[in-house]
């Protein structure tokens, strides 16, 4: 769920900014790491992006009718580690904003905290939580893409409530009311997000486990299948 | 939809005019329609939607086809504004917002003056241009590199994308929402595979052709011109002081 151009007071599109450029930086300061260690990590590095950026472009089956796609992220931070999704995320963002009119660049900081930080890390969490207590490896896929989604559109919501307080129950009032509003498109493509991303997983995993422990040239964003 | 945007931005009448030029005009635009009343965002508004059809001649249904796009999460979450809801005593209230109406319409008139902003530089800056001036803003290397590989893969992608679309559609793999699931996780993976496959011949050609770590673009061949800048920025201070006076109006 983007927050489009313009949508947020200026004050709340430079705090997001501020909030998000730390985890940027240290995104770029791993990338720089990774790519000094491991070369060739660099054209895989752009490639994970570019997937990222047509994985959302992936029309899912909705209720609603309303267009309506996966974020990517989820599968993004499980591949390739939270802190890498920072930057990669945020230049999905950029170019879902330029080349698309989806988003836009004073809301990329508030979007890049809700899509490209809170998500893939939520995501990354989950999935490792769950692997290390033994629950079955379909499954932490499952809720760890899915409640990353959900985290997502939780995080946005919470953003836009922030930005425009209820008139008489404030933040609270209105946080209930965007959950509410966009919970009707966000609920069940998180769902589908899960699914999709558990069927690719298996599917990498029975056909192209090399594919899966090669990625370990990326640190913490190995999958130990 | 990919290409819609980035096809026409190439053969853009102003596709020629310094990066610089247009993000002045769109940008200082942009970062305007946070201060000014609502009299500034329709100039704004009606401005940039003139300049961008009757300057850049950028069509009509071009231009309102992606305008269109934000339209839907604008409206709804307009609408959110427009409801009250609070708690009392046991009771949820939803009611009509005091002065909902008013931020409402202050709320899409904001936005849609900014998206027309975006959209304009959008519509006339193909990416190639504007990418490499990032350098100039103090952006790591590294990360402009990631983007022009990004940018580069981003439509190879996509028609690979719309490829493994048509032949699942063809063998009746969208049938039900069951199947539909399953054959989109089925492209995704599909898709991995190939990307990684791709990066390594991307990698080997980049080797191959000498690459040191920095992707060198050829500048861009005219520079800048300052009037039109200027000009730009002085059309900001107008806007901004019609705004300015215009503000103690009760609609505003």
Known sequence: MHIMEGYLPVAH?????VVSLPFMAAGVRSLKRIIMDHPSARALLGTSSA????????????????????????????????????????????????????GGLTTLGANAFSMAIVGPWVAFGLFHGLRRCRVSFSFSAFLATTLGNLATYVCTSAQLALAFPDA?????GSFVKFLAVFAITQIPIALAEGIITVILLNTLRSYNPEELRGLDVLPKGGLST | MIHLIDCYAYTSLWRHRHPAEKAAFAG??????????????????LLVSLVALLGARIPAALYSR???????FILIGAASLLVSLSYHSGHLHIGLAE??????????????????????????????????????????????????????????FAERLSTLQQAQAARLGNLTVRNRLRSTGLIGANLFIRSLDRARRIELGMEARCYTGEITCLPFERKASIPIICGSLLLCLVIAWIGFITKRWPYA
């Open chain 2, 28 to 45: 200082g635009l942009l970062l305007l329609s946070f201060f000014t009343p609502l009299t500034g965002l329709f100039l704004i508004l």
């Open chain 1, 13 to 17: 599109a430079a705090g997001w900014w």
């Open chain 2, 99 to 156: 002065g909902g109406l008013k931020s409402a319409v202050q709320l899409v008139a904001r936005a849609l003056a900014a998206a027309s902003c975006l959209i304009f530089f959008s519509l006339t800056t193909p990416t190639a241009d504007w990418m490499p001036l990032l350098r100039k803003f103090h952006i790591p290397a590294v990360v402009v590199d990631l983007m022009l590989v990004t940018y580069r893969l981003l439509f190879v």
């Open chain 1, 51 to 102: 997937f990222v950026f047509v994985l959302s472009a992936l029309k899912l089956p909705s209720v609603t009718g309303s267009s309506s796609h996966p974020t990517g992220t989820g599968l993004g931070a499980i591949l390739f580690g939270p802190s890498v999704m920072a930057v990669l995320g945020s230049i999905v963002l950029l170019f879902q904003a330029l080349l698309l009119a989806h």
């Open chain 2, 66 to 72: 992606v305008l269109a796009v934000p339209m839907a």
């Open chain 1, 168 to 172: 008489a129950s404030g933040f609270a």
